[in-house]
């Protein structure tokens, strides 16, 4: 299986928003094992800890994040619901680590 960053917003303006950001980024996990990766969502994991209201929580969530990216051989970005500030830094960070990025839609 090939390792993969997987970018999908999470962070909403409501509550409606976010579980809506939640559910979409569920949906691309699922699309990235059925396509025969392993894929890594941060967003879904360390938000279960994490505030991610708290700017320190988030901040400590991505860095996080930033170093699993690190091993992996590839960012998936989903785009149906847009590019977040939060996946524009996985997105810089894969393009400096030299790691080929692929943007995907589930619709």
């Given at each position: 299986?090939?390792?993969?960053i997987l970018e999908s917003p999470f962070a909403g303006v409501t509550e409606q928003v976010r579980q809506s950001n939640i559910t979409y980024a569920?949906?691309?996990?699922?699309?990235?094992?059925?396509?025969?990766?392993?894929?890594?969502?941060?967003?879904?994991?360390?938000?279960?800890?994490?505030?991610?209201?708290?700017?320190?929580?988030?901040?400590?969530?991505?860095?996080?994040?930033?170093?699993?990216?690190?091993?992996?051989?590839?960012?998936?970005?989903?785009?149906?619901?847009?590019?977040?500030?939060?996946?524009?830094?996985?997105?810089?960070?894969?393009?400096?680590?030299?790691?080929?990025?692929?943007?995907?839609?589930?619709?």
């Amino acid at each position: 299986m090939r390792r993969v960053i997987l970018e999908s917003p999470f962070a909403g303006v409501t509550e409606q928003v976010r579980q809506s950001n939640i559910t979409y980024a569920r949906a691309a996990l699922k699309d990235c094992l059925m396509r025969g990766e392993a894929p890594f969502a941060s967003h879904l994991l360390y938000t279960q800890v994490l505030e991610d209201l708290i700017p320190s929580d988030r901040k400590l969530g991505i860095e996080a994040g930033l170093v699993w990216g690190e091993v992996a051989e590839a960012t998936v970005v989903y785009t149906d619901h847009g590019i977040s500030s939060g996946m524009e830094k996985g997105i810089e960070h894969a393009k400096t680590a030299g790691r080929p990025i692929e943007y995907r839609s589930i619709k």
